[in-house]
Structures are given as structure tokens and as C-alpha cells.
């Protein structure tokens, strides 16, 4: 499925949406800002390697859990929640694909204390005088990708972030404005809730 590589084997990528006045956020900026989310909802658009798009809608809930819902034709979504990251695909009615949530991208963005100065993981920090892109990867895993994360400025916003996969492909996800006056349950995030919906015990006797 395309929607895992850009969780998986790379990083979160965010659209450079930054103006001509934008100044360089500095890490400490930038972790009091996504440490700031807290509850939030926004629209999304994934260029995929081979160009397709995807679009669907994304919903935070720090710490820990977000939910990609992707819109028709795909039939896919994406849970974090209970220290998990959860592949669902919607067509089929098996359980999903599950990964520890500290080993995917997502980790930098919904850990309970963001600190990205602190964070070895953080190898690039830099500003091309509209936008400032963090870039980060694993150090003791380089082969597992990297992800860039693109922020504007006036105000801070985490506009889009790019997945680089270890074999050097690159997955897009552009984000709009993040609304944070949505009320999310935490059922939105209850990832065997989720299993027991789409793939059901049997029983066979």
C-alpha cells in the first residue's frame, strides 16, 4: 500500500507554504509549537513516488495518537494510538498491519515532550529565507529513511514534510491549516476497537 512508506520507511514531509517575511524558527521554536497541537483536524494531500495523489483528512491528538483517513477510491486508514501506528486496509477483512509507534516518523511529531534539540535523530536544520525544514532520521537505523519537515512562519505552522524511503523514494504530504476547535474522542484513536470493526473474531465452531 502507498500509505506506508511515507509512515514506515520514511518520514512525515510538509508543504512549503511560508512567506517572503518568514524568519528562521529556531528548534526550541519549533518544538513548543508542535508540543502546542494538542487536538487538531486538517485536509491533507499525499504525492505519492509514482505522482498519484491521495487526499483525505487528518486528526491529532497529542501525545500519542493521530488517524489518517484517506477519501475514496482509496480504501485505507492509518491509526496511531496505545503506542502503536496501525495499516488498515479497508477492502480486505484482515487485522492491520502494526508497528511501535517509536520507530515511525510520527514519534517526533506526537511524543508526550517534543525537544527536537536534545534529539540525536535531528541532522539537518536549515532555512532557504521563506521556509525552515528540519530534517531527521534515525542514526542507529539510516536504512529505515528520513523525514523532512517543512515549517512557515507568522505564525509557526507545519505546513508539509517529505518521506525519503531507504531506497531514495520520496513520498509528499501536504498539509492546510490545522483547526484546532474540534472536539476528537479518543475512540478516533482505539486502534483494536478499529480491528474488531473491520476484521471481526470468528467463530468457527
Do not use: C
Amino acid at each position: 500500500m502507498k500509505h506506508l512508506s511515507f509512515l514506515i520507511a520514511s518520514g512525515l514531509g510538509l508543504a512549503m507554504a511560508g512567506s517572503a517575511s518568514a524568519d528562521k524558527l529556531t528548534l526550541d521554536e519549533i518544538s513548543a509549537y508542535l508540543q502546542r497541537i494538542g487536538a487538531a483536524q486538517t485536509s491533507f494531500t499525499q504525492i505519492n513516488e509514482d505522482n498519484s495523489i491521495s487526499t483525505g483528512t487528518l486528526m491529532i491528538k497529542r501525545p500519542g495518537r493521530a488517524r489518517f483517513e484517506y477519501d475514496p477510491p482509496e480504501a485505507a486508514l492509518v491509526m496511531a494510538g496505545g503506542g502503536q501506528i496501525a495499516i488498515f486496509d479497508l477492502k480486505s477483512n484482515e487485522p492491520p498491519e502494526n508497528y511501535p509507534l517509536r520507530k515511525t516518523p510520527l514519534w517526533v511529531i506526537l511524543e508526550r515532550n517534543v525537544n527536537l534539540k536534545n534529539r540525536d535523530m535531528v541532522v539537518g536544520h536549515s532555512y532557504d529565507g521563506e521556509v525552515t525544514t528540519v530534517r531527521a532520521l534515525d542514526p542507529k537505523n539510516p536504512d529505515r529513511g528520513a523525514i523532512e519537515m517543512h515549517f512557515a512562519d507568522n505564525p509557526v505552522r507545519l505546513s508539509q514534510w517529505v518521506i525519503q524511503d531507504g531506497s531514495g523514494s520520496e513520498t509528499t504530504v501536504v498539509l492546510g491549516d490545522l483547526d484546532h476547535s474540534v472536539k476528537l474522542e479518543n475512540k478516533l484513536f482505539n486502534i483494536t476497537r478499529m480491528t474488531n470493526i473491520v476484521a471481526p473474531e470468528r467463530d468457527d465452531d
